[in-house]
């Protein structure tokens, strides 16, 4: 995923008096080809990556609460990227969240999970890194207004919201759980966007993968939870979704449709079940949903109209959509979520689904908003969110306003 | 041709139900329909009002009425590329308008997608050819020029061109740049140009007092037909003609304020006219019978002596008239389709046979037809069975364009199935072994 709520800059230029010994690299074929594969299981290319531009270059601007940060160079390029890193220092910045030097970084580079990247799999990456063409290519990371912008802050933040440390595997799982397990909590970083945030922007980790809104886009929960979360879906629903970004149920789009363009539909197989088998046996099954919002009630019946003449032609009356094609309203995670700015989102902006290999099409949602006034998107929604089985709070037409001013100022 | 139809069906998610399914006649589809190794690869429309209630009347007269089969698709449908189509919601903004059902099939919906993911392909929107460049033998193309939106010219050199650039335009640019030698009607000599065909539209207005047909459901291809009167389906012994046409009817949706049928006699504007619209929106309905037109040595294309475009280069001339053949036909055609029409029960029928000359002006149908035509003999055709032209082996030209003769049935299906053909050609003879493919 591109985006990361925490005060967060990548990997970035080296400090010039970074350490000049080198610690014997394997560049054996082998190990790079395991380090590219696990820099696409990492996702490394949505933060360092310009789109069309030269891979790991850096440059991508990450949106975040407190001001915006830039993905680092992570080429090879000694001056302004990570040439003159060493395997030691690459380990303590991807464990740690520690630059050469011993400054910090911030979480938008996600250490927070790849502190469980095992010492192995950061010396493949590390080598891999070094194989990339180098790219002379400044990138001034930290564009933070203060006081944000004062790493020495971070030591308080990493004592409050940092568990160091390498994954260790729950023995009383399958390997192929802990497999899981370890790309959802490690490289997948999966809770950087799916985890909600507290004030600081770090995880709150009893609320592991229950979903977290940023850059005005509603990352759903993840957990097994069968009203707001996936916990419907089949282990084959998952791995369909990661490796085609769609299936009988929903299509990524936005910052999903990304990863699953960058990363997951480059997954092996093996690994999307892993992942899947993780996600299905994990937390909150026995979730209840609420219940829905009367038929009767005025936004009820208003959104009833709206959804029959605006809606209703691709989503189908009932809310079933078109499997691969129009997404499924009917017992979607993020429908039914609590926090509706995805579904506002969409409407107001309308939308484009990830191609993948798999499922090319790629299809488009039109805008809405300048046919919809507010009102009328916070009704339809609400109808959308409390029928076919869906129940979930009703919109309030100023969020959409709000968000509806936001998406104009972008 | 089967297997090209075939795989361009696939492609498309063809809609419809077969009429003749591995030499079987099958109940329901249409019995004149060539014989089909596949089933259509989804089914048949649900159909509106109009079209079931021609059907119902074309039975009781013994006629064999079917599904039309269309690029509209009537089920979620995933072609063999991996893109995927929806179902047609009968919005009535379908013909002359995109589709954002994802539900049309065209090049849009069913291949781009797919296309743009290669990493050896690329489009250049936006961009125009001029020309196809002949080395000095003028047996050879090295490759074409073409203009971008800043006006700036490029060469793009190739190893092989394949021109599909719409029948004007595909005769314009071998008109342009000297393949093969302009058809002159005087001496009925040469070939780029000859055989220019159009199509000749016929229909039947029926009004009636007591039917709603909804006519704002609709979809461009979406109806019932019958083909007794197509080509050699029926018997001409001292009919004076030959050809026939497609008897259809398919509701398109009828537009806002440009669809406002009113029965003759009515005035053009005034409460008459709104009264009239009012009482006739609702209850009208129309078939239609599409039909042949055939070639004649003085229907021809051209490069015009006047006019030019804002290269310089001159646009293209349409010589054409319908032909005595073309006018006693739809006079016998639409006379068919009155008689179902009759039976029908309508308040009035109004008769529209395709007559008198051509003009420009009325739209009639985009399907024109022919001027650089597939055949066996050079000296009559511009490219082979594979549509690679006679004179440069390298340059393969697709599209209705290659029709000798425009039939009774739309050019679509055709003109997909012999670019099929071709790319089939291209691929596994052509590129093994580069040079005419079939030795004039």
């Known amino acids: 995923m591109r985006q990361s709520l925490l005060l967060a800059a990548g990997l970035f230029a080296l400090s010039t008096t970074a350490a000049f010994a080198q610690a014997a690299r394997d560049d054996s074929f082998e190990q790079i080809d395991k380090g590219r594969y696990l820099a696409i ?27 915006d940060l830039v993905g680092a160079n992570i080429t090879p390029d000694p001056e302004t990227g990570i040439g003159r890193m060493t395997l030691d220092e690459f380990q303590k910045v991807m464990s740690e969240g520690e630059g050469p030097g ?3 970084l911030y979480g938008a580079m996600p250490f927070t999970a790849y502190t469980k990247v095992s010492k192995e799999d950061n010396a493949a990456i590390y080598a891999y890194l070094n194989s990339v063409e180098p790219v002379k290519n400044k990138v001034e990371t930290n564009l933070l207004p203060f006081p944000f912008n004062i790493r020495l802050s971070l030591i308080g933040w990493n004592m409050l919201n940092f568990t160091k440390g390498e994954f260790k595997a729950n023995p009383q799982k399958s390997e192929e759980w802990n497999r899981g397990a370890y790309i959802v909590e490690g490289l997948g970083h999966c809770g950087t966007c799916h985890t909600p945030k507290n004030i600081m922007g770090g995880d709150k980790n009893d609320q592991f993968l229950e979903g977290a809104t940023l850059q005005d886009w509603f990352a759903p929960n993840i957990t097994s939870d069968p009203h ?20 009988k149920y929903d299509m990524a789009s936005g910052p999903m449709a990304e990863e699953v363009e960058n990363s997951s539909q480059h997954w092996s197989d093996q690994d999307l079940k892993a992942v899947a088998v993780y996600l299905k046996d994990n937390r909150n099954a026995g979730a209840k949903a609420p219940a829905p919002i009367a038929a009767t009630d005025a936004r009820m019946v208003a959104g009833a109209a709206i959804y029959a003449d605006r809606c209703s032609a691709c989503h189908v009356s009932k809310g079933e959509g078109i499997p691969t094609l129009f997404p499924r309203l009917a017992s979607a995670p993020l429908v039914n979520s609590d926090d ?33 006034n507010d009102k009328d998107v916070a009704n339809v929604l609400t109808y959308v969110r409390n029928t076919w089985g869906n129940a979930a709070p009703a919109v309030d037409p100023t969020e959409v306003g709000n968000l509806r001013a936001r998406l104009r100022d972008e | 041709m ?43 429309m649900r159909q509106p009002y109009g079209p079931t209630l021609f059907a119902k009347a074309a039975k009781d007269l013994g006629y064999k009425p079917f599904p039309v089969p269309s690029a509209l698709i009537s089920e979620p449908y995933t072609n063999p590329l991996g893109v995927t189509m929806g179902p047609c919601t009968f919005c009535g903004f379908c013909t002359n308008y995109g589709c954002a059902n994802y539900s049309k099939a065209s090049a849009i919906t069913t291949i781009l ?65 000297g393949v093969g ?13 000859r055989n220019y065909a159009y199509q000749t539209a016929n229909g039947v207005q029926l009004f009636f007092d007591d039917k709603n047909f909804n006519p704002f459901i609709g979809a461009g291809a979406v109806g019932m037909g019958i083909d007794e009167f197509n080509n050699d389906n029926f018997d001409h012994s001292g009919l004076g003609f030959f050809g026939g046409g497609s008897t259809r009817v398919t509701p398109i949706g009828a537009a806002p304020i440009s669809s406002r049928p009113t029965p003759p006699g009515t005035p053009k504007w005034g409460s008459d006219w709104k009264k009239e619209t009012v009482k006739n929106y609702l209850s009208t309905m129309s078939i239609g019978c599409e039909a042949s037109s055939y070639s004649t040595r003085t229907n021809y294309l051209s490069l015009d002596p006047t006019y030019t475009d804002r290269l310089g280069r001159p646009l293209l001339r349409v010589t054409f008239d319908f032909s005595e053949n073309d006018r006693k036909m739809a006079a016998y055609v ?36 022919g001027g650089f035509v597939m055949g066996a003999d050079p000296t009559k055709s511009s490219v082979n069975k594979y549509l690679q032209t006679w004179d440069v082996p390298n340059l393969f030209v697709v599209g209705a364009s290659a029709f000798p003769q425009n039939p009774g049935y739309n050019p679509t299906g055709t003109a997909a199935a012999l670019a099929f053909k071709a790319a089939d050609a291209i691929r596994n003879q052509y590129l093994k072994n580069p040079g005419p493919l079939v030795q004039a």
């Open chain 2, 181 to 193: 030698t302009p058809y002159d009607p005087n001496t009925n000599v040469g070939t780029t140009g």
């Open chain 1, 228 to 247: 707001k979360g996936i916990g419907a879906w089949s282990v084959e629903d998952i791995t369909a979704y990661l490796k085609t970004g769609a299936n």
């Open chain 1, 41 to 67: 299981l990492g996702d490394c290319a949505a933060c360092h990556t310009v789109p069309g531009g030269k891979p790991f270059a850096g440059g991508v601007t990450l949106k975040t609460p407190f001001g």
């Open chain 2, 2 to 44: 089967e297997p090209f139809y075939d795989a361009f069906d696939k492609i498309a998610g063809i809609s419809g139900k077969a009429g003749n399914l591995r030499g079987q006649i099958q109940e329901g589809g249409n019995p004149f329909e060539g014989s089909r190794s596949n089933e259509y690869p989804t089914g048949p």
């Open chain 2, 113 to 177: 997608p797919a296309l743009i993911r290669k990493s050896n392909f690329t489009a250049r929107t936006n961009s125009e050819v001029i020309k196809i460049n002949l080395d000095s033998t003028g047996k050879r193309a090295t490759g074409v020029v073409f203009i971008d939106s800043s006006g700036e010219e490029w060469e793009q050199p190739a190893d092989l061109v394949i021109v599909a650039a719409f029948t004007f335009e595909n005769v314009r640019l071998m008109l342009l740049s």
């Open chain 1, 102 to 104: 011993g400054f910090h």
């Open chain 1, 340 to 372: 509706p700015t995805s579904l506002i989102r969409v409407v107001l902006a309308g939308s484009k689904a990830g191609a993948t290999h798999a499922a090319p099409t790629s299809p488009n949602m039109p805008s809405f908003a300048w046919n919809l």
């Open chain 2, 334 to 369: 639409t006379g068919k389709v009155a008689e179902i029409a009759k039976a029908m029960g309508p308040r009035q029928i109004v008769q529209n046979p395709s007559k008198g000359h051509w003009n420009t002006g009325p739209y009639q149908s985009s399907h024109i037809v």
